[in-house]
């Protein structure tokens, strides 16, 4: 089974503040997402890093997929309150259609 | 807008009475799954369907059930609640993949239906 060890699980912090997120997993995924979801909706896809070493920058937000393909985080720089919500990582594998979520992570951000 | 659409958005059945949740796409996405998520926790998937073929999660309990009738909609039968059944459940689609190919489709979600037992 393939894990995804998502940190910190909770995060509580200052608007303007910035943070990292990390998802980490000893097995090599075909390609990651990162998915935001906010209370009482379903999640939305962010981002898809698919090389390893891939950067991708969304605005304010930052993804780093590792060179080996078994690690990734997302960076906010300047958070503010509509940051708010819970970051999911997820691991896509090679002929499979199905996600590896990590635990994620609940982010407060605070005016 | 094409979309993953689940009704109800909230429900409330009573503890050992049936209960169906529903979920329509319009995105022609050949896989639908069906994750249940507890409250400040990741996704946890149930099963899914790719095309007709049904996918069980090997952990998920026999009391789940669902139902494909078409490419559009895809149905979570609970035959018995039980209070611990009381969650968040999301319908996703995403275009399948060939086998062996690397995947990074991404996955749409409904909005989701909050279960309550009572």
């Known amino acids: 089974t393939q894990l995804l060890e998502q940190s910190p699980q909770f995060l509580s912090i200052q608007e303007g503040e910035n943070l990292t997120v990390y998802c980490n997993s000893s097995?090599?995924?075909?390609?990651l997402q990162w998915y935001r979801q906010e209370p009482g909706e379903g999640p939305v896809l962010l981002v898809t890093v698919v090389t390893g070493g891939e950067v991708k920058k969304l605005k304010r937000l930052t993804f780093q997929f590792g060179d080996a393909r078994k690690d990734s985080s997302l960076h906010i720089t300047a958070a503010q309150p509509g940051d708010t919500g819970l970051y999911l990582c997820a691991g896509m594998n090679s002929g499979y259609s199905t996600l590896t979520f990590g635990k994620g992570t609940m982010l407060l951000v605070s005016p | 807008d094409a979309m993953v659409i689940q009704n109800p958005r909230y429900q409330v059945t009573q503890f050992g009475k049936p209960v169906t949740l529903s979920c329509s796409q319009t995105l022609n996405h050949n896989v639908m799954y069906w994750y249940q998520q507890k409250s400040s926790q990741a996704p946890k998937l149930l099963f899914h369907?790719?095309?007709?073929?049904?996918?069980n999660e090997a952990d998920t309990p026999d009391n789940f059930q669902s139902r494909r009738p078409n490419t559009s909609f895809c149905f979570l039968d609970i035959r018995s609640p039980g209070l611990g059944d009381a969650a968040m459940y999301l319908c996703a689609t995403s275009r399948g993949i060939h086998v062996g190919r690397r995947n990074n489709q991404p996955q749409h979600f409904g909005d989701g239906t909050r279960l309550s037992i009572l």
């Open positions: 369907y790719y095309d007709k073929d049904f996918n």
């Open positions: 097995s090599v995924f075909s390609s």
